[in-house]
């Protein structure tokens, strides 16, 4: 009996809860590890850059008027839907980042229980960051976290799939929407995880995925206006690259996140930094008396 | 207010499997006491006899601190507080899952309306479970310092008014901290507590993470009183909590107490009125009245004093009593023959007393355990009905002219859970929350409950927090 042929996906982009192509029309190749063609994935145009934003601009309102609860309760259906799909993510990321399968599946594993680390924040990081300040009269006074609005996510180039995690969840978990320009050389976890995103009740826009170089489309996304903050991880050990998206995003006073000198293994378990990178502090005052 | 007729809306029973008789979930099995009784737990709608369940003796507590402290020291103290929280999101995902099911064995247990078992009770259930899950890997920003440690075998009390809702306020933050915990249910209301045990069994909860042990008062007094026990969290009346207060007294067991109240719901003349009405209304005939934190003594500045009380007495009209299973019922059972005997007793001291009684026309069903809803006006600070704790469908409504005065005849009571305040004005919600010695102050709102938002007594409501950060802590220990 001959072998059956296998149905391949088209890896599209991720943008307004839709899955279209680019409207450049241009693809790029993407291989294996070991150079060998994978697919072809969507190349994202300036142009998809700035629908992108305009998607998750849309969302803002949504996300961020969500409650706390809510916004915890989907993150965790992003897990559980994620652990149906364990072995295609093992077989990405085995094959893009050419690692053993051994250590895919434990990529893949902490990539899922991040998104429940990040899912508990939701309704908790007010307690944490939040305050009620005994300022010196007759004055009730507390601080409460909001959301800064869209974030731009160069997401790590090498660790296509926990550093993306790592990297989107803290976005969206404080009620941010986030637009994520995916690992260049290894997009299709990500591509795979807008697919999970788009059957977990995470509404449309809250998160577009990009993939392409970041060449196309950091510049425009460091530089738009209609964009809050923006996290370089993406652009780890490209100084020169890093320093320009910093400057650029200084037209807006973008809140940014640093890229590292090098990319990190993201194993550890992350700290607050890039939950409150995203939120601003509003600081209510409110008159005690008869 | 004409009360509209509606035809009978009764949820099905269906969903639920009663069985004939329940043992003790003991290291992850159900099992037969080994020196304990039986006793029957009854419909208060119906008086119909629902199970026979055990009652623990002193040695079936034993076997079950004991589980506890196995499970404790040899599985769930050396789980990832990721693992913990992994379970306890099952548990919550299972508990939204038979959501349905939970809220009519509750409805039908209980005798509590389906309404609110429905829309309420169990939806907040999976709600603490969930929040207090995602705790579990966060101990290190919970605020206790910088290593929290767990105290080992917790032993908790729950009483009939939220069956499950008060389990799921015990377990999950003693869980997610890394407790192991013995719970006792009320004695007539175990059922849910029961199904709670099959929700461990379908998580694969480690056996003896948790133990539900079936009994009454002496069921609970030998829990609490075991010396293998670290930590006890009780939710009862008042009398019962002084005597665990005592019993813990001179051990290195720590308690949390969260006990009766009087509270004191007070609605100034520019409050909102029909909202002030509806806030009142879900005050005191909320759960039959059976809430600890219910607004039991009606505040009412005199200038709106008639307006408030026809508003009132209007609205009451609309009230509908009956088969809790009905969508449309809004005060259901009286959970018990001895419960109902107190309400009315307490009933004819307000009238002796010479408080003035008001009930709306009211057909109760003839079996079962009624109890109609009922105002008293014409109420002193000093009547008993003022004072004490009815835990029914009774109001009583006294008056004031200054805030001072409202402030004053609000913390005029032993008690100290909760208050509410009505009026339009911000910084006088505000002042009157300084100044009222409660632990939760509900401000154009009440019976409010979250589980990221502490709750717990002052004074003689007892002492702790359930609910958000705060009752993390109470199962954390704060030294290094």
Redesign the interface.
């Known amino acids: 009996m001959a072998e059956r042929l296998a149905v391949k996906k088209t890896y599209k982009l991720y943008v307004g809860g839709k899955f279209p192509r680019s409207e450049s029309g241009r693809s790029y190749e993407v291989t294996d590890a070991k150079g060998r063609f994978l697919a072809n994935a969507a190349w994202a145009s300036r142009k998809d850059a700035r629908d992108a934003v305009v998607a998750a601009r849309k969302a803002v309102g949504g996300w961020s008027g969500a409650t706390a609860y809510n916004r915890g309760q989907v993150l965790y259906r992003v897990a559980e839907v994620m652990e149906g799909r364990h072995a295609q993510f093992v077989d990405e990321v085995a094959a893009g980042e050419g690692v053993a399968r051994a250590k895919a599946v434990s990529l893949v594993d902490e990539a899922i229980d991040r998104w429940v680390w990040y899912a508990g924040w939701a309704d908790k990081i007010a307690q944490v960051v939040g305050s009620s300040n005994p300022v010196a009269g007759p004055y009730f006074d507390f601080s409460v976290p909001e959301p800064t609005g869209v974030v731009a996510v160069l997401a790590p180039q090498r660790s296509s799939l926990l550093g993306l995690v790592s990297v989107l969840a803290p976005v969206i978990v404080g009620g941010n929407t986030a637009v994520l320009t995916a690992s260049a050389e290894r997009p299709l976890p990500a591509i795979t995880l807008s697919e999970v995103l788009a059957t977990s009740d995470v509404p449309g826009g809250v998160v577009n995925i990009l993939t392409g170089t970041l060449a196309d489309t950091a510049p425009i996304l460091a530089a738009h206006m209609d964009v809050n903050a923006v996290d370089l991880a993406g652009a780890a050990g490209d100084a020169e690259r890093a320093s320009a998206l910093e400057l650029a995003a200084a037209d807006n006073l973008k809140r940014v996140v640093r890229a590292p000198e090098a990319e990190p293994d993201w194993i550890a378990e992350p700290g607050l930094e890039r939950i409150t990178a995203y939120l601003e502090t509003k600081t209510v005052w409110h008159p005690v008396g008869v | 207010m004409t009360k509209f007729e509606y035809a009978p809306a009764p949820e099905s029973r269906a969903i639920v499997d009663i069985k004939s008789s329940y043992g003790l979930f003991v290291n992850g099995e159900f099992a037969e006491p080994v020196d304990g009784s039986t006793f029957k737990s009854v419909n208060p709608a119906t008086e119909e006899v629902l199970a026979e369940i055990a009652s623990a003796g002193a040695e079936d507590v034993d076997r079950a601190v004991q589980a506890a402290r196995r499970a404790y020291e040899r599985t769930w103290s050396k789980l990832s507080g990721?693992d913990r929280?992994?379970y306890l999101?099952r548990i919550a995902r299972i508990i939204q899952e038979r959501a349905r099911e939970l809220a009519v064995l509750e409805s039908i247990d209980n005798g509590k309306p389906i309404r609110e078992s429905r829309d309420v009770d169990i939806p907040l259930v999976a709600?603490h479970f969930?929040?207090y899950?995602?705790?579990?890997?966060?101990l290190a920003?919970a605020?206790a310092g910088p290593g929290p440690k767990p105290y080992g075998v917790a032993a908790q009390v729950i009483p009939w008014n939220f069956p499950l809702l008060m389990l799921s306020w015990k377990i999950a933050p003693a869980l997610a901290a890394g407790n192991t915990v013995v719970l006792k249910p009320a004695e007539t209301t175990p059922l849910t507590a029961l199904l709670f045990a099959e929700i461990c069994q379908q998580a694969d909860l480690p056996p003896g993470v948790v133990n539900i042990l079936t009994g009454a008062g002496d069921t609970g007094r030998a829990l609490v009183e075991h010396p293998g026990v670290d930590k006890v969290a009780f939710t009862g009346s008042t009398e019962v909590g002084k005597q665990i207060a005592r019993s813990v007294a001179g051990t290195a067991k720590k308690a949390t107490l969260e006990l009766g109240g009087k509270a004191a719901n007070i609605v100034f003349d520019d409050a909102p009125v029909d909202q002030a009405v509806e806030g009142i209304v879900n005050g005191i005939f909320f759960n039959q009245g059976h809430v600890c934190c219910a607004g039991s003594r009606l505040l009412v500045q005199e200038s709106v004093y008639d307006d408030v009380l026809g508003r009132l007495k209007r609205r009451l009209g609309t009230l509908r009593v009956g088969d809790p299973l009905d969508k449309n019922t809004d005060i259901g059972a009286i959970n018990s023959a001895e419960q109902l005997a107190r309400i009315r007793e307490l009933s004819e001291v307000g009238e002796a007393e010479g408080a003035e009684r008001w009930s709306p026309e009211c057909e109760l069903p003839e079996r079962g355990f009624w109890f109609p809803p009922t105002l008293f006006t014409g109420v002193t600070q000093a009547h008993r009905i003022a004072r004490e704790e009815i835990f029914g469908p009774v109001l009583s409504v006294l008056t004031f002219r200054t805030?001072?005065e409202a402030v004053e005849k609000a913390n005029n009571t032993p008690f100290g859970l909760s208050a509410g305040v009505w009026t339009d004005k911000?910084?006088?919600i505000?002042?009157m929350a300084?100044q009222l010695r409660a632990g939760v102050v509900w401000a154009n709102t009440f019976n409010r409950f979250d589980?990221?938002s502490p709750f717990g007594g002052y004074k003689e409501s007892g002492y702790g927090r359930e609910g958000?950060?705060h009752g993390l802590l109470a199962y954390l220990k704060t030294e290094g």
């Open positions: 990721r929280g992994k999101f709600a969930f929040y899950a995602g705790w579990a890997d966060k920003w605020g805030p001072a911000g910084s006088r505000l002042w300084q589980p990221t958000g950060r």
